[in-house]
T-cell receptor, first 111, second 113 residues
Framework: GENVEQHPSTLSVQEGDSAVIKCTYS??????FPWYKQELGKRPQLIID?????GEKKDQRIAVTLNKTAKHFSLHITETQPEDSAVYFC??????????FGTGTLLAVQP | NAGVTQTPKFQVLKTGQSMTLQCAQD?????MSWYRQDPGMGLRLIHY???????DQGEVPNGYNVSRSTTEDFPLRLLSAAPSQTSVYFC???FGTGDGEQFFGPGTRLTVL
């Protein structure tokens, strides 16, 4: 069924460093792999997504990679800035209609 | 477009009271869902709907009811509020299921005393 694991739960980096967050899923039914960012006190918002027919997608400093064989997809943030500090979630639907979020990663970018 | 709207923004209830959280979207999305987010925690799916007249349970459905009489509206009803239901509630919608962006409402902050 739909099951997604997200790691790490917290991540602290120095400004300018890179950050990587990974989500692992259990089945092979979904073709859509999104990442959401939630700033403190705000609603989650989509920052990048990828479909199963590509392996990587970039948008300026953020990128998402997909490994369908190993059943995981990752969010990459390069040249981190203090405004990247937030909670990041992956989302997975799988073989059912349930859209389940990963447990979230609290990213802290230290100036 | 207003996107996804939720009312109220804040609510305080006493244990045992019932209430309905309202959610509406004007994007003609078929899929709508309700999540709860406890302090410092992730988003847990309560109930979802793939279209008018169709609802189903998510990860944490106990104590909540939903209905979907129109494409636009997806209210969440708390039957008998308990302190464990103190949380922030987000409504979300998308065109399809698991194949496109979910758009979130601003959230309702609920406190049950």
């Amino acid at each position: 069924g739909e099951n997604v694991e997200q790691h790490p739960s917290t991540l602290s980096v120095q400004e300018g460093d890179s950050a990587v967050i990974k989500c692992t899923y259990s089945d092979s039914a979904s073709n859509y792999f999104p990442w959401y960012k939630q700033e403190l006190g705000k609603r989650p918002q989509l920052i990048i997504d990828i479909r199963s027919n590509v392996g990587e997608k970039k948008d300026q400093r953020i990128a998402v990679t997909l490994n369908k064989t190993a059943k995981h997809f990752s969010l990459h943030i390069t040249e981190t800035q203090p405004e990247d500090s937030a909670v990041y979630f992956c989302d997975y639907g799988g073989a059912t209609n349930k859209l389940i979020f990963g447990t979230g990663t609290l990213l802290a970018v230290q100036p | 477009n207003a996107g996804v709207t939720q009312t109220p923004k804040f609510q305080v209830l006493k244990t045992g009271q019932s209430m309905t959280l309202q959610c509406a979207q004007d994007m003609n999305h078929e899929y709508m869902s309700w999540y709860r987010q406890d302090p410092g925690m992730g988003l847990r799916l309560i109930h979802y709907s793939v279209g008018a007249g169709i609802t189903d349970q998510g990860e944490v459905p106990n104590g909540y009811n939903v209905s979907r009489s129109t494409t636009e509206d997806f209210p969440l009803r708390l039957l008998s509020a308990a302190p464990s239901q103190t949380s922030v509630y987000f409504c979300a919608s998308s065109f399809g299921t698991g194949d496109g962006e979910q758009f979130f409402g601003p959230g309702t902050r609920l406190t049950v005393l």
